[in-house]
C-alpha cells in the first residue's frame, strides 16, 4: 500500500515561481488549441488579463472569486498535513452553502450582526459535518476517505437540488431557487459600487489561522508529525484517528464557509449548481501551492483571475470559456505528475527491508525499530 505523506513546506517564491511557470505552460497548450480553431491567441490571452485583473470592477470580482476558491483549498491543506486526503471540499462547500442559506432565511428574529454571526457559523457546522463523516468512517472503521469524500460530494449537491425544489423553494421565483437570505445576514460590501464584501476578510483570517495552527501549536505539530509519519506519531504516543478526525472536521468546516461567503455575499439565494467548481479548484490551487499559506494566496487568485477572465473571453471572442477549463486541467496534469514522481517507489528508488549481501541493514531496513519491534515490519494500522 503506498501511504501519502507530507513534504515539507517549501519556500514561498519557489512554490510561486512553479505556479507561474505552470500556468505559462498551460497557456502555451491553450495558444495550441486557439491557433487550431483560427483566432489569435494574444488577442484572446490580452482579453483574459484584462477582464481578470484591469479595472475596479474586475480586480474586485477576481477578489470575490478568489476568496471562495481559497477557504476550499485550505479545506485539502489541513486534511493533507495530517496525512488525510480530503477531495470532498465541493459537497462540503454545497453544505456549508445549505446551511447557512437556511439560518440567513429563517433566524430573522435575531438582530442584524448577530444574524450575519449564526449564518457564518451555520455554514462552518454544514461543512464540519460532513468532513466529519468521513473522518469518522476512517477513524472508526478505516474506510478510505478518498472514495467516502468523493461520493459525498454527489449526497450534498443532490440535497441542495432537493432543497431548492421543495422546502426552501421560493415559489415567486420562475427558476427553482431558495427564499432570499435576509438583509441582516449578508455579507458587508468592502468597497461600494462591487461586490467586494466581507468574505474576503473570512478567507484571509482562515488562512491565517491554518498558518498559526501549524506553525505555533502543539495540536498542528502533532497533525503535522501524523501526516510525515503515523507509525512514529503513533509510537510517541499520539492518537492518530483522532487527529485525522479533528482535522476532517476542520477542513470541512473551511469548505462550509466557502459556501457561505458564496450565499451570504454574493448570490443571497441558494440554486442549484450554484459552484461552479469552486471546491475542485480550490483543491487544485493548495496542490499547486504544496499547501504554503502565501503560495496558496497566490494560486487561488490566479485561478480566481483565470475563472474571471474566462467570463470575458467568452462575451468578447470567439473562443470558448471553456478554454479556461483546459488551462486548469493542464495545471492539475502537471501537479498530480508532480505528486505521482514523489509517491515511494516512482521517483526514487526504496530499498526493501531486510539485509544486504554484506549482512548489514540496507537503508529501507528497519534498523531503527525499537526495540522488540525488529523484522516486524514496524506497526500496524
Known amino acids: 500500500m503506498v ?90 462547500l454545497y453544505m456549508g452553502a445549505a446551511f447557512s442559506t437556511t439560518a440567513g432565511i429563517y433566524l430573522t428574529f435575531l438582530p442584524g450582526p448577530l444574524h450575519m454571526l449564526f449564518a457564518i457559523l451555520a455554514g462552518f457546522v454544514g461543512g464540519a459535518l460532513w468532513g466529519g463523516i468521513v473522518g469518522f468512517l476512517k477513524a472508526k472503521f478505516n474506510v478510505n476517505e478518498i472514495i467516502t469524500s468523493l461520493m459525498l460530494n454527489y449526497v450534498a449537491i443532490n440535497f441542495v437540488s432537493f432543497l431548492v425544489n421543495n422546502p426552501i423553494k421560493d415559489d415567486t421565483q420562475t427558476f427553482p431557487v431558495s427564499y432570499a437570505v435576509s438583509g441582516g445576514a449578508r455579507l458587508p460590501i468592502l468597497l461600494s459600487g462591487t461586490r467586494l464584501n466581507a468574505g474576503v476578510l473570512i478567507a484571509l483570517a482562515c488562512l491565517l489561522i491554518y498558518m498559526i ?31 485525522m478526525l479533528v482535522a476532517l472536521v476542520i477542513g470541512g468546516g473551511f469548505a462550509g464557509l466557502g ?38 494566496l497566490f494560486t487561488s487568485f490566479l485561478f480566481g483571475g483565470l475563472r474571471n477572465g474566462g467570463n470575458a473571453i467568452q462575451m468578447f471572442t470567439d473562443v470558448s470559456s471553456t478554454l479556461v477549463s483546459i488551462v486548469q486541467s493542464v495545471v492539475i496534469i502537471m501537479v498530480i505528475a508532480r505528486v505521482f514522481m514523489h509517491m515511494p517507489g516512482i521517483g526514487k528508488k526504496r ?23 525488529a523484522g516486524q515490519g514496524g506497526y500496524a494500522e
Open 259 to 296: 459556501g457561505a461567503v458564496e450565499i451570504l455575499g454574493v448570490q443571497h439565494r441558494l440554486f442549484e449548481h450554484f459552484s461552479v467548481g469552486y471546491g475542485f479548484e480550490g483543491i487544485a490551487a493548495a496542490l499547486l501551492a504544496n499547501g504554503n499559506p502565501l503560495a496558496m
Open 3 to 92: 501511504e501519502i505523506t507530507v513534504e515539507r513546506m517549501k519556500k514561498p517564491a519557489l512554490l510561486i515561481a512553479t505556479a507561474i511557470l505552470s500556468v505559462a505552460f498551460a497557456l502555451l497548450i491553450g495558444a495550441v488549441i486557439i491557433l487550431a480553431t483560427g483566432s489569435d491567441p494574444l488577442h484572446v490571452y490580452a482579453v483574459l488579463v484584462r477582464g481578470a485583473f484591469s479595472g475596479k470592477a474586475n480586480l474586485t470580482e477576481t477578489a470575490v472569486k478568489s476568496a471562495t476558491l481559497l477557504l476550499p483549498g485550505l479545506s485539502y491543506a489541513f486534511a493533507i498535513k495530517c496525512g488525510v486526503v480530503n477531495l470532498g471540499a465541493e459537497g462540503q
Open 213 to 243: 495552527f501549524f506553525k505555533y501549536t502543539s495540536r498542528g505539530y502533532r497533525m503535522s508529525l501524523i501526516g510525515q509519519n503515523k507509525e512514529c506519531a503513533r509510537y510517541a504516543g499520539f492518537n492518530v484517528q483522532k487527529n
Open 351 to 373: 530499498n526493501r527491508q531486510g539485509p544486504s549481501d554484506d549482512g548489514h541493514h540496507s537503508e529501507g531496513s528497519n534498523a531503527a525499530a525499537p526495540p522488540g519491534e
